[in-house]
Structure formats: C-alpha cells, structure tokens
C-alpha cells in the first residue's frame, strides 16, 4: 500500500471512529469501539475499496500519531482521542507537567481571551507537550500562535488532566487566566 493510500484510509478511520460512525452504517460502543470486521465490511460497501484486515493493521501499526488502537482480542478498534461523538475513553486523571502548549490561529485569539480555550466540537481542548508539536497542531487553522498554559495553578485550583494512549494531553476548559501567548512559537 503507498503512503497515499494508508492517509486516505487513516483520515476516512479518523471520520468514522471520532465523529460520524453512521456514515457507513455502524455504532460504536459507550467506549467509542467498533467490530473490526463489521467495520471493515461496511466500509468495503460504502467506499467501494477492498479493504482488508491486514491493510487496516498496517494503517494502525504506521499511523504517526498512533491514532487508533486495538482492544486486546483484537477484535475491536476505537479511536485514541479527537472525538466530537460522547465516548468513554476509561482515561484516569494524570498530573500533568508545569507547562503545556496549545498551538491555535491568530484569527481566534481574541475569542480565547474572552473565553478561554473551549473544546468546541471535541470531547476535549487538546494540550501538547511542546512547542514543535503545537505549532503543527496550530499552523492546520491558519496564521500560528503558541499559548503557554499554566497547568501548575490549574491543578492546583482543581482542574483535571488526561494523557491519551497516544500520549496528547487533554482537559475540559482552559480558563483565560491560566493562558499567555508564547512568542517563541511564532
Ligand atoms: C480553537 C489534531 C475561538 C482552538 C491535532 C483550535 C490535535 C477557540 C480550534 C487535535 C477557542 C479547534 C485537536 C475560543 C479554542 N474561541 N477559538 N474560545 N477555544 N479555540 O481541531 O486543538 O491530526 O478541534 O485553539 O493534532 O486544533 O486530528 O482542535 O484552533 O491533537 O489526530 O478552536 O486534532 O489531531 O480546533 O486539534 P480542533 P485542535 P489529529
């Protein structure tokens, strides 16, 4: 399979295990798990590919966000994180570092002044480890900016955070004032 291919499949997977799983005709599970095999199935009828059970292996295996996972019969598959449909991901509440990064587009930094950063569609605001990191998550919305985000005062102040299996940290708002614009980013 070329690279071409594992992405279209990969953002196709992104699309039905996070956000749309009626588009072809299957539920998830309260965890956010399909049936490999009933996914594989309908999507085969819906897209017209011939998709097989060791193509989607190799689509999980290569992914360069591991964005997918295997239950451990390997029966089912589930999304990591990036969901807008309500899942339970089983994620315990971790201590995060000090500092985290979000990397967003100029054009919406007024509105998290105000607001804060809101998770929107997603389950989540998505935090990331670095400054790397952010500004590839940043620059998809346009014209980039880093936020440093204070998580030290937002722990201590009771908030709670989550690291995915594929290691992105998660929280449910960021409140304006744990939040200040990083020029190193830029
Ligand atoms: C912004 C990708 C206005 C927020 C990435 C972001 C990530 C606000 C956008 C994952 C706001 C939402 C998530 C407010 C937040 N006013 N704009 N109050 N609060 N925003 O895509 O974090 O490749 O839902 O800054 O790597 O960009 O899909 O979130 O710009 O991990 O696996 O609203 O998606 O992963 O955009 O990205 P998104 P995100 P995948």
Redesign the pocket.
Known sequence: MTDKETKKISKFL?LILRHNPAAVGIELDHEGWANVAELITKINAKKGWGLTVEQLDHVVATNN?K?FAYSQDGRRIRAN??HSIQVDLGLEAVDPPAILY????TR?LD??M?????????QH??L?WDIETAT???K??GKVVILQIDCANMLADGHLFYLSENN?WLTDHVPVKYIALNDKGS
């Open positions: 992104s966000k964005r994180q990036g979000h990397g967003t587009a919406f509105s998290i105000e607001q804060g950063l809101i998770s929107k569609s997603r605001v998505h990331s590839t998550v940043g998809r919305h992105v």
